[in-house]
């Protein structure tokens, strides 16, 4: 079956660096996303992966090993409004362009 | 900048009613998507729609039917509504050989 895991829950410290991992099985791999999401608002694109390896974009990175089946992102300098859900989603191959999402990692940045 | 419209923010329907949700999005994406997203299950798909008059099932369609006249708009159509549809429904759009989905606000429906 397919499937993505991701912690529910993690706090971290305003300031910090905090890592969320992600964990996939997909029949077919075309990339991997991550999204963020505040409460009550629609996800919106941080990152994308198709390659094994780190790619960085200011305080965010995302990192991809396809043959593990493992991403994580890394969000660096922590500040409250990085409190919200991020989304790990892994696109299969085929036409469509059909994306599995997980669950979400609801990230707490506290004072 | 992309941009995707959802008819309304929150709508209260009640069990049995026809509920049509309605997404347009303002850059020629030959894709569209409808997800519901409900706490602990992420974003699941419903439908999804690569072309004017195609539709493909997604994950969880029953229920559920969709409609691609046009190829800026894509609605979802709830043909008798119950209380297991109340949920947050998301519209996402893409162009043929872009990297992201750009989603709409999204749609809180209750069904009572």
């Known amino acids: 079956g397919q499937n993505i895991d991701q912690p529910t829950e993690m706090t971290a410290t305003e300031g910090a660096i905090v890592q969320i991992n992600c964990t996939y099985q997909t029949s077919g791999f075309n990339g991997l996303f991550w999204y963020q999401q505040h409460a009550g608002e629609a996800p919106t694109f941080l990152s994308y992966n198709v390659l094994d390896g780190l790619e960085e974009k200011g305080r965010f990175s995302s990192f991809l090993s396809r043959s593990k089946g493992y991403s994580y992102l890394l969000l660096k300098e922590l500040q409250m409004k990085d409190s919200a859900s991020y989304l790990c989603a892994v696109r299969g191959k085929g036409g469509g362009f059909k994306t599995i999402f997980g669950a979400g990692t609801r990230l707490f940045v506290k004072a | 900048d992309v941009k995707v419209t959802q008819s309304s923010r929150y709508l209260v329907k009640r069990t049995g009613e026809k509920v049509f949700l309605e997404c347009v999005q303002d850059?020629?994406?030959?894709?569209m998507f409808w997800y519901r997203q409900d706490p602990g299950l992420g974003l699941r798909l419903i439908y999804f729609?690569?072309?004017?008059?195609?539709?493909e099932k997604g994950d969880i369609p029953e229920g559920y039917s969709v409609s691609r006249e046009k190829k800026e708009r894509f609605s979802l159509i709830l043909e008798s509504a119950s209380t297991n549809q109340t949920s947050m429904y998301l519209c996402a759009s893409i162009k043929g050989t872009a990297e992201t989905q750009y989603f709409g606000p999204g749609t809180r429906l209750l069904v009572l």
């Open positions: 850059m020629d994406h030959e894709n």
């Open positions: 729609s690569y072309d004017v008059k195609m539709k």
